[in-house]
């Protein structure tokens, strides 16, 4: 299996600007996690989903983050407008999740390095 | 007060040596992950665990529910080990699969 897989790898933005980011978890795997990483905060969770339905929006910083899952095998993270403050590492983590309390690790993508100028 | 403190913040150890990580939590969990970073940024999953011990290779991982407290080893240090260590809790509190993150441990091993 490749992995989780992320993209783009870097992006390099202008204030106000929309961004995209793509995350296509490993096959078979059920939950989807969107992390952010900051020097100021660490690693911090933005939304995970479970069979593609979000669970737990409450890390989603405001209104200019935006998540979906349309499709098992895909997930995106958009930033409409993005800010300077924005600037950080975005990972994207997939586990396969069964039963109530079942829970198994995660396994986490390359990241997406965001720099918004 | 954050819900997950390590300690310590940095470690610098010759190779060869003994190392203790350590990961304290106020909080029920129903599991603890320990997380490698390394300098190229990539976020590996080592161990997840809710009691007991668990090992791989030179690494080990140990809970002590009772005492909310887990620690990582590693035995026979090698430069490539070094890397930033993180803990993480599944707490009881959340909601399914949340995660909350220690501030990590940055290891350093020097050949």
């Known amino acids: 299996d490749a992995g989780v897989i992320q993209s783009p790898r870097h992006e390099v933005t202008e204030m106000g600007q929309e961004v995209t980011l793509r995350c296509k978890p490993i096959?078979?795997?059920?939950?989807l996690f969107w992390y952010r990483q900051t020097m100021m905060r660490g690693l911090e969770l933005l939304i995970y989903?479970?069979?593609?339905?979000?669970?737990?929006d409450s890390g989603m910083p405001e209104d200019r983050f935006s998540a979906k899952m349309p499709n098992a095998s895909f997930s995106t993270l958009k930033i409409q407008p993005s800010e300077p403050r924005d600037s950080a590492v975005y990972f994207c983590?997939?586990?396969?999740?069964?039963?109530?309390?079942?829970?198994?690790?995660?396994?986490f993508g390359p990241g997406t390095r965001l720099t918004v100028l | 007060k954050n819900e997950v403190e390590q300690s310590p913040q940095n470690l610098t150890a010759q190779e060869g040596e003994f190392i203790t990580i350590n990961c304290s939590y106020s909080?029920?969990?129903?599991?603890l992950h320990w997380l490698q970073q390394h300098p190229g940024g990539g976020i590996v999953s080592l161990f997840m665990?809710?009691?007991g011990k668990k090992k791989h290779g030179r690494l080990i991982a140990t809970i002590n529910i009772q005492e909310k407290h887990s620690s990582l080893h590693i035995t026979a240090s090698h430069p490539r080990d070094s890397a930033v260590y993180i803990c993480?809790?599944?707490?009881?509190?959340?909601?399914?699969?949340?995660?909350?993150f220690g501030e990590g441990t940055q290891l350093t091993v020097n050949p």
């Open positions: 983590a997939s586990s396969r999740t069964s039963g109530l309390g079942s829970y198994n690790e995660q396994f």
């Open positions: 096959s078979g795997h059920n939950s």
């Open positions: 989903f479970n069979n593609n339905v979000p669970i737990d």
């Open positions: 909080v029920g969990i129903s599991a």
């Open positions: 665990l809710s009691s």
């Open positions: 993480a809790v599944r707490s009881l509190r959340t909601s399914g699969s949340r995660l909350t």
